[in-house]
């Protein structure tokens, strides 16, 4: 199971690198969602899947009786999972709010803070201001 | 109320006159035991685990630079305020201008070298703002920027060369790298430590081919120019070579570098002057001339050479301060430093005409002037040298000429001859102001008559702090009928030609001027222009401003950097289980994988965020199956959540559209570096399952999850106990996250 989930992961990331990539927002938000869920399943795999019972302790015993899957990978992820929801809920509405303001989803169009023109224009001016 | 601001302000900065004048008083009570020989140190602790110490030094060299620094810095202190009456900026130049005398007078005493390098960029930087006081003209930003990059460049090498040399004498102390004159000359190191120091010294002092920045500092207010431009800062490399004299003196490389860049700057410098025509451009290139000199005599080991040194250094800070200021009245008073503009003066300005007489004759090296004793002494110096006393003689006997017709043409030509039409008339300056250049110039002529004292208390200590030797060192006006008293009158014969024939002169020298194709402004601007085109083009290759660029650039980085690592270490390729799944296992991976690829292809938004649900679920119910309830259970509610969040946000937003890329070519280059991620990602996981698990931190949690913490849920555990710091941190990310958001909804609202 672990060498396939391990392919699985690697799909995962191919495909959210490749969304992040697209120059659309929306697209970006996609690959971002299963960034956030491909990292989650590695650290998950990279702590063994080595048993199907949860780490609890039975009553009356002070230890786990037995094999119990690896606690500690799964307290990481609990935290990633909640801290990556934060983002993911911070990005949705910056995004909105990107959309909102500029009009387009498109990356490339975003031209905001560096503009294209202006970039070449201020460009030359700089050029003339510290090189004559 | 503007008006009574701007009068106590003005009476604030003349008042301000008492600190150099006080800094002067002490330098003189110092004198006595300075020409007894002594000196003081004194050493205040700063970094001492890196040996690094404030440690000053008053010997007969730094008191004699301290007072030309504060009688200087007295006269110009008085004279700028009338300069400057009713300037908005008053406040901040005399700030400036005390802090660089303070910088200055923190140079020529400092023991330490690294104090002496904080000294050293001080003067540099007040240098800058006092260069570009009048900011708001464009030429004085880029005459304030060329000085300070050009003097900030031979810091840093003067830096280099000071941690050179505590390598190889193991102190920073000036005082006890004396000793170790004979271990440095013979290390190694010794030629680069040379090299260093002599381009510090070279770009202050601007020696050829570092000379270009000076003339255009004369964007700066006259008093600037008379204080830091020819009185001290510039001397501040000439300080730096008599310094190290003893320490670096001893070769050969060092006379032959000092006399050949000395006598190149100096004859340079003087035909350079011939041929401008702005008053100050004339005194700036006059001023290299001298440092020219300056540095020559420098590189000589013999008493009368390096008195020659120390001698002209004082006369020409009393000579040049006062033309400079004299300058700075002619335009204050006419509005223009054109010398074809100017005439006639005398008759309107005579105090002025009495300082600038008096100290052009010191310039031009007459008889009963301290000029006149500098350039004997020179002359005596250039032919004791035991290296080609014939190159420095004449290098000496020409640059004098020029000198003496410079001289001339600034006293014949704005004073005498016929006035020109001005349009307005003329008046005498201030008290003030004209006191200043009267005293300076007058000094010419009384430490003229008595150079025997001036000799004793001043030059002699001077010289002997650097130079150890008991010779004694007297200045007299009348050695007899001897060599350099012939080459006295040559000079003055000559001086006078030139002068006759200065206009000529001066389109000669203009019209050759034009033929030069390579100068060192030139090069200077080439090497600023290059690094602004270099920026540009940088930028314009990473900072193109598209998130595709920056985003790319992250993910190859992240391939080539991690794959190269990972190569270059892997033994063998991971051994790879053939995997044994359940059909419900296969299932659960191929419905991900499917929803995966539905998400990178589709093209309906809907269809899209059920997809990314699926991915979710899934993961949710691998985590059940694999023991992990806690997660599923929070990985549901989220995932639940965000398909909530998203459908409410983007189905605000247009569809998906088309795929954005237009060209095919990115499309697969994209591809590629996906695909080649997705690929290392799975290698190194594969790796990783093949090396031995270590569960000894959660063997820990499993024994003290009951015993030691009370609780059942091993994995709750951690989070609310053993790790509770880590959970609050997640928390305050969750709050941060929320309050962002909410703001950024909110700022809608208020529009």
């Given at each position: 199971m672990e060498t396939v989930l391990a392919v699985l992961c690697g799909l995962m990331a191919a495909a959210s690198i490749y969304l992040m990539l697209s120059g659309n927002i929306i697209r970006f938000i996609f690959g971002l969602v299963i960034a956030t869920n491909a990292v989650n399943l590695l650290i998950f795999v990279a702590g063994r899947l080595s048993s199907h019972r949860p780490p609890l302790i039975a009553d009356g015993s002070s230890v786990p009786v037995g094999e119990v899957a690896n606690a500690l990978p799964q307290a990481l992820i609990l935290t990633a999972i909640v801290i990556g929801f934060a983002l993911l809920a911070f990005v949705f509405i910056l995004f909105y709010r990107t959309y909102e303001s500029l009009g387009t989803v498109d990356t490339e169009k975003m031209r905001f803070a560096e503009p294209v023109e202006g970039n070449e224009a201020l460009g030359a001016d700089n050029s003339k201001g510290s090189g004559a | 109320?503007?008006?009574?601001?701007?009068?106590?302000?003005?009476?604030?900065?003349?008042?301000?006159?008492?600190?150099?004048?006080?800094?002067?008083?002490?330098?003189?009570?110092?004198?006595?035991?300075?020409?007894?020989?002594?000196?003081?140190?004194l050493s205040i602790s700063w970094i001492p685990a890196l040996g690094v110490n404030l440690s000053f030094m008053l010997d007969g060299l730094s008191i004699f630079f301290a007072l030309i620094i504060s009688a200087i810095g007295f006269f110009v202190t008085i004279y700028a305020v009338d300069y400057l009456?009713?300037?908005?900026?008053?406040g901040r130049f005399f700030i400036f201008l005390h802090a660089f005398m303070i910088s200055m007078l923190g140079l020529v005493t400092a023991d330490n070298v690294i104090a002496l390098f904080v000294f050293w960029e001080l003067t540099t930087i007040f240098s800058y703002l006092l260069i570009g006081f009048e900011h708001e003209e464009e030429a004085s930003r880029k005459s304030a920027r060329q000085a300070l990059l050009v003097t900030g460049a031979g810091g840093l090498a003067l830096l280099v060369g000071f941690l050179l040399l505590e390598t190889i004498s193991g102190t920073y102390e000036i005082s006890r790298m004396v000793p170790q004159a004979s271990l440095i000359g013979a290390h190694p190191l010794y030629g680069a430590v040379l090299a260093l120091i002599f381009v510090g010294a070279f770009t202050k002092s601007a020696q050829f081919p570092f000379h270009f920045w000076l003339p255009n500092a004369m964007a700066a207010p006259a008093p600037i120019s008379a204080f830091l431009h020819s009185a001290t800062m510039v001397k501040g490399g000439i300080y730096l070579l008599a310094r190290f004299h003893p320490i670096l003196g001893g070769g050969g490389a060092w006379t032959c570098t000092l006399m050949i860049i000395g006598a190149v700057t100096a004859v340079g410098g003087s035909i350079l002057a011939m041929g401008q025509s702005d008053l100050k451009k004339i005194l700036a290139y006059t001023t290299i001339t001298a440092l020219g000199i300056m540095t020559m005599f420098l590189g000589g080991k013999t008493t009368p050479s390096l008195t020659a040194a120390m001698t002209f250094l004082l006369v020409h800070s009393l000579y040049k301060s006062a033309l400079f200021l004299v300058a700075g009245i002619i335009d204050h008073q006419t509005g223009t430093r054109q010398l074809e503009k100017l005439g006639g003066l005398l008759k309107f300005m005579p105090a002025t005409a009495f300082a600038a007489v008096a100290a052009c004759l010191s310039m031009a090296g007459f008889p009963l002037f301290f000029g006149f004793i500098g350039k004997e002494i020179m002359y005596k110096g250039a032919l004791a040298e035991a290296m080609c006393p014939e190159l420095a003689a004449g290098a000496a006997v020409l640059s004098n000429a020029l000198m003496t017709a410079v001289g001339g043409i600034l006293v014949v030509r704005p004073f005498l001859g016929r006035p020109v039409g001005y349009q307005a008339p003329v008046r005498e300056t201030t008290f003030f102001m004209w006191c200043?250049?009267?005293?300076?110039?007058?000094?010419?002529?009384?430490?003229?008559?008595?150079?025997?004292?001036?000799?004793?208390?001043l030059v002699g200590p001077a010289v002997h702090a650097f130079h150890f030797s008991v010779e004694d060192i007297k200045l007299s006006l009348f050695h007899g009928i001897n060599?350099?008293?012939?080459l006295s009158i040559m000079t003055l014969t000559l001086g006078v030609g030139f002068y006759l024939a200065h206009r000529r002169l001066f389109?000669?020298?203009n019209a050759a001027a034009e033929k030069i194709p390579v100068t060192a402004d030139r090069?200077?601007?080439?090497?600023?222009g290059s690094v602004a085109r270099l920026g540009r083009l940088q930028a314009r290759i990473i900072q193109n401003g598209s998130l595709h660029r920056y985003f790319f650039i992250v993910a190859a980085t992240f391939l080539f950097a991690v794959g190269y690592g990972f190569l270059s270490r892997a033994q063998a390729f991971p051994e790879v289980m053939p995997p044994l799944l359940a059909w419900r296992e296969w299932l659960l991976v191929i419905v991900i994988s499917a929803a995966v690829i539905t998400v990178l292809v589709t093209r309906i938004l809907l269809l899209a965020i059920c997809a990314l649900g699926v991915i979710g679920a899934g993961l949710a119910i691998i985590f059940l199956t694999f023991g992990a309830p806690d997660l599923a259970l929070t990985q549901l509610l989220v995932e639940t959540l965000t398909v909530v969040i998203v459908s409410m946000i983007l189905l605000r937003l247009p569809g998906l559209g088309s795929q954005a890329r237009n060209h095919r070519g990115r499309r697969l280059f994209d591809a590629l570096l996906a695909a080649g991620t997705g690929i290392l990602v799975t290698t190194l996981l594969l790796a990783l399952l093949s090396t031995e698990m270590d569960r000894s931190i959660t063997a820990f949690f499993e024994q003290n999850s009951y015993l030691a913490a009370h609780g059942k849920n091993i994995v709750n555990v951690i989070l609310v106990d053993f790790r509770s710091m880590d959970t609050l941190g997640e928390i305050i990310v969750v709050a941060t996250a929320g309050l962002a958001g909410y703001a950024l909804i909110k700022k809608r609202g208020s529009g």
């Open positions: - | 109320m503007g008006v009574s601001l701007k009068h106590r302000t003005e009476w604030i900065v003349r008042a301000s006159c008492i600190l150099p004048l006080v800094l002067f008083l002490g330098a003189c009570a110092m004198v006595p035991a300075m020409a007894a020989g002594e000196s003081y140190r009456h009713g300037h908005r900026d008053t200043g250049p009267v005293v300076l110039g007058g000094l010419g002529i009384i430490f003229g008559i008595v150079p025997d004292l001036v000799g004793h208390w060599e350099p008293l012939l389109q000669w020298i090069v200077y601007d080439g090497c600023v």
